[in-house]
């Protein structure tokens, strides 16, 4: 098997980075992890910088006047420059720390909840989503439907895999306040079309929410040239820490619109009767953040700056490629997604003639190999393709073709094992 | 290249009764519930029917692992004639095998009561799985509530 594809990473280099690739599993079986849609591992270079930030700097953050409190706030705002950085955005009082893409997502369904005119939703207006969402990106839109009035209503699925966009000037109206799509799915890999989105919800004056946690660890990200209002990702899928999410928008949008959380942090000034509110982002950020965790996020946007996310791309696409062939190979195997490598991340979903996902992922991890099995919180797509779940492979940057050999090698095992 | 782990979870009796399930499909029932196990999406529809206290006939229809549906079969042939007592008595008995986490290893007395349902013991050490192999267990005592009534069940209930 021929492991020298064009445009991959030198990951003998990148896996001495991160400890735990190093580690063994049941009996010494090297360690394939292939579940990196669901987190990634962290290389040493965010757990030094976390370690370091406890043992030398800790302290809350903005408001203490001693050494502590000024390098850790020094520290935190750090953090969100390079992030600001990161994605392009013109301002760094764009981004909002948050606890996931989860948190991100409900604030700004919140934050229209309770606007005023002209983002508030109401009984008269309307929702759209898309049939493949993470349910962190149905949910919160479930909830301010149903306690508005709004009506919800969402794009369907291609049977290969893609979003229908035949019906966009029919789903997309002057009732819509807000249209809120992934970039790139978490079970079928899609990577979605943004533009023909975006200048309809231009059109009716209703505001775009994207959803890039699959997107932000994977490529470059410009919020900018996608021209939306939001865009939410979470830090543990990006080499960063749990505990970390990030909310991008559009500053005029973060001034008028109203906090969600309120206490410390977020104010200006309080008495007993009423309040008012810091600016951006801070408004946002009621509470003591997550300093450490946005710390440990800084230094994986310098890690995988320092790699580049063009690289890191180009990777990706290689190893997804070769992934999709090799997979193409293994009878009875269907992939449930694009099966083509065009406008696609690194994440294949597929099942295994009729073996259960659970039973598929439970053999491959007693040989090393870590997988995906279930739903991966996006349920609608198992009942759009009239599955019960699916068994899901996803890579990074530190994936190499010889995992996707032993995931192909694997698969044949399970094969005879349930055969 | 058959792990040892792995063989005391897909022991030859679960992969059995998978490939070839007992009582498999859905008839006539006093009562029917519907039970999911959300982490990965396991379900089954489970109809009993009673002949006064006597399990006259579980019958079921789902989806899922090996382990669910072996599970739902390995219920189907052990329950069905016996009566209210005797099969709480076996129910509680899988239900305390499989959250023993792997620690208890079934004796004679186990065996005898749980028959082909022993061989779930490997699944108690991976606790992702004990729900999938609880999934028609737990659906099974919710059904025989909904039949008989929650009063009867816990009368007869002796543990």
């Known amino acids: 098997m021929s492991h020298t594809l064009p445009g991959l990473l030198d990951t003998e280099a990148i896996r001495k980075d991160f400890p735990i690739l190093h580690r063994t599993v049941h009996d010494g079986k090297p360690l394939v992890y292939l579940d990196n849609a669901a987190s990634s591992q962290k290389p040493r270079q965010v757990l030094d910088a976390m370690s370091e930030y406890y043992e030398r700097h800790h302290a809350n953050v903005h408001r203490g006047v001693h050494v502590l409190a000024e390098e850790a706030t020094a520290l935190y705002e750090g953090a969100r420059t390079k992030v600001a950085s990161f994605v392009n955005a013109p301002s760094r009082d764009e981004v909002i720390f948050t606890k996931n893409a989860s948190e991100s997502l409900n604030l700004v369904a919140n934050m229209l909840g309770w606007a005023e005119e002209p983002y508030r939703v109401d009984d008269r207006t309307e929702i759209v989503i898309t049939e493949m969402e993470h349910h962190s990106n149905i949910v919160p839109w479930q909830f301010l439907a149903q306690r508005t009035g709004a009506k919800l209503k969402w794009f369907g699925l291609t049977d290969d895999g893609r979003l229908d966009l035949s019906n966009l000037d029919e789903l997309i109206t002057e009732h819509t306040k807000v249209v809120s799509f992934v970039l790139v799915s978490n079970v079928l890999g899609t990577h979605n079309p943004v533009e023909a989105i975006v200048r309809r919800a231009q059109q009716v004056g209703a505001l775009v929410v994207i959803d890039a946690s699959q997107a932000a660890p994977h490529m470059p990200l410009d919020v900018q040239a996608l021209g939306a209002d939001f865009v939410a990702f979470t830090g543990h899928k990006m080499c960063g820490p749990t505990g970390i999410g990030v909310l991008w928008g559009r500053q005029e949008l973060l001034e008028d619109l109203p906090p969600f959380l309120g206490g410390g942090e977020m104010i200006e000034t309080v008495t007993m009767s009423s309040s008012t509110y810091a600016p951006a982002p801070h408004k946002f950020e009621a509470g003591t953040p997550p300093i450490a965790e946005a710390v440990g996020l800084g230094a994986a946007v310098d890690y995988l700056t320092g790699i580049g996310m063009e690289r890191i791309a180009a990777h990706e696409q290689a190893i997804t490629r070769y992934a999709l062939e090799r997979l193409a190979e293994v009878p009875d195997l269907r992939i449930i997604g694009p099966v083509s490598s065009e406008d696609r991340g690194a994440t294949v979903s597929f099942t295994l003639g009729d073996i259960h996902p659970h039973d598929v992922g439970q053999v491959l991890d007693e040989q090393g190999i870590a997988v995906r099995v279930g739903h991966h919180c996006a349920r609608p797509v198992c009942l759009r393709y009239g599955i019960p779940a699916t068994t899901r492979a996803s890579f990074y940057l530190y994936s190499t073709p010889a995992e996707v050999d032993a995931l192909v090698r694997g698969l044949e095992y399970v094969r005879g094992f349930f055969g | ?159």
């Open chain 2, 1 to 159: 290249m058959r792990l040892e782990a792995m063989e005391s979870m897909y022991q030859d009796v679960i992969l059995d009764h998978y490939k070839n399930p007992h009582g498999r499909g859905l008839r006539d029932g006093d009562a029917e519930v519907h039970h999911v196990n959300p982490t990965c999406g396991d379900e089954i529809t489970l109809r009993v029917r009673y002949d006064g206290e006597t399990v006259a006939d579980v019958s079921y229809e789902g989806q899922g692992c090996s382990i669910s549906q072996a599970s739902a079969s390995v219920l189907n042939e052990l329950l069905v004639g016996k009566d209210l007592a005797e099969a709480l008595a076996v129910q509680d008995t899988f239900l305390r095998l499989m959250q023993s986490k792997g620690q208890i290893t079934p004796d004679d007395a186990m065996e005898e009561v749980l028959e082909d349902a022993v061989a779930f013991a490997g699944v108690s050490k991976y606790p992702a799985r004990v729900k999938c192999a609880l999934l028609s267990w737990m659906a099974w005592k919710d059904a025989t509530a909904q039949a008989l009534g929650d009063g009867l069940v816990n009368e007869r209930t002796t543990s």
